[in-house]
């Protein structure tokens, strides 16, 4: 459905919130890459399909968003969660069932330092 999403982080916080998404993604197995030094750069699971952007901007007002990466495992999660915290990112909802969305919804939510 989707091919690609991204956020723009105001300029004063783009070093840590690269360094949050940097952390949080990597249990779900994506890397950065580097598209434009200091002011984009894209995430990918697979190394080619680039699905998820970070672009600096100048400092401005923010609509935060709500967003979900899909994970094999309940492990997935649990370390997405985790990672995320400890690189400064905010708890929305501790890893667990989310009978809202199915049944067997496993998920977890955290806010990266701008609020995302």
């Known amino acids: 459905m989707l091919d ?4 723009f982080s105001p300029a004063a916080s783009f070093d840590d919130v690269l360094k949050f998404y940097d952390a949080a993604l990597a249990p779900l197995g994506y890397k950065r890459k580097v598209f434009v030094p200091d002011t984009l750069v894209g995430y990918a699971a697979d190394g080619m399909n680039f699905d998820f952007w970070v672009h600096k901007k100048d400092d401005q007002v923010r609509t935060p968003v709500h967003f979900a990466f899909r994970a ?7 370390r997405f ?7 400064g ?3 929305n909802g501790k890893p667990g069932i989310r009978e809202i ?11 990266d330092p701008c609020g995302d």
Do not use: M, T, W
């Open 72 to 78: 094999q495992s309940h492990d997935q999660v649990d």
């Open 101 to 111: 969305y199915h049944p067997n919804y496993y998920g977890a939510f955290v806010k």
């Open 89 to 91: 990112g905010i708890d």
């Open 81 to 87: 969660h985790a990672e995320g915290l400890k690189a």
């Open 4 to 7: 690609h999403f991204g956020l």
